[in-house]
């Protein structure tokens, strides 16, 4: 079994947005331009607990809205995270980003800070369901996003389906849209309605309503249909890429390696603990500025519990699992750790296994959410 390493991945949270989408759960605040300065500062310190840099082989901004920041303000937290995160040679540095944001300035400061890889909160280029998302940019400035990040080796972008009132139609013009922008990654997400979103109350009063399970599924599929068949690997439930260009960092979360974060609500997994930020902006900058710890809930993962988690994250990756590789992480095979309910998941048509390799089918894809908590 392998002693558990390094992180090598950091991730910061940058929790400012220009408003909150109602769709939207995270760790976020809308118009606090005034709390910029505070954060960077608690930030500063948060990470000043680390002690020394910590080289590390993927980096990444996200929130919220990291291009929220000015310029300036911007330039100080690249500064400070690549001061306490160095990345490795080769390395990939990820920036969330708004498309109302980038101008050539935001692209420059990419450039000069070597930023390989932006991802897009584009979600859609129809009008109508932007609109419904309470998104504020517009399909004309997706267009001239693609355009100035030319010089950014990755580009991805988020597409959203399931919107209430959407039609296939809606969803394959959308496909076809970002298709012809030529993206290196991209993700789709169906919209989903939580506890705690602005739409949430809206969905409980009946003003929206989320669309059927079939239509879902037929939204699911014609995306893995349209993007393989032009040259995109399908290598996790929710995301695509060209070949080479998957995203390294996601990955390190899907193999259950160790990593770190730093910023309100920001999750960790080093030495064993996994740890969560106070999801509090306010709460989080007073407590660091005040020299208290920034944890507001601490975990020590370990055992079975790890391997379970470690079994349930790799599965997403459409590649799934060997037994080598998983008896090397854990001291077992997937089926000594959890052989009852993956043998019924097979019966049922949800997993494969073959030639010592466990993986999701196409209708495991379909349910993947729902088989997670009985691996659990």
Known sequence: MSPIPAPRSAYIHVPFCRRRCGYCN??????????????????????????????????????????????????ELMELVQNWFPLADGGEFTTEANPEDITSEYVELFDEFGVNRVSLGGQSFDKSKLALLERNHNPDQLEQCFELLSSIPSISMDLIFGVPGESLEQWKTDLTTLIAYQPTHLSTYGLTIEKGAPFWSRFKFGEL????????????????????????HHYEVSNYARPGFECRHNEAYWFGDPY????????????????????????????ALNGESVVGESEQVTGEELYREILIFSLRRLDGITDQWFKQRTGMTPLELAGEEIERFIQQGFLRYSDNRLCLTEEGLLVSDSLWPHLL
Not at 220 to 226: D, F
Not at 266 to 279: C, K, L
Request: zero cysteines; charged letters at 25%.
């Open 260 to 287: 770190f974060a730093a910023g309100p609500g920001a999750a960790r997994y080093v030495n064993g603990y996994r740890e969560v930020n106070h999801r509090s902006t306010t709460t989080y900058i007073r407590k």
């Open 26 to 75: 995270f760790t976020v605040v809308a118009g606090r331009q005034d709390l910029h300065r505070s954060y960077l500062n608690a930030l500063k310190i948060e990470l000043e607990w680390l002690g020394e840099p910590r080289e590390v082989d993927t980096l990444f901004l996200g929130g919220g809205t990291p291009t929220q920041l000015q310029l300036s303000e911007l330039r």
């Open 209 to 232: 309503e989320e669309l059927s399970d079939e239509l879902q599924r037929e939204f699911y599929l014609t995306a893995r249909q349209m993007l393989m068949d032009v040259g995109y």
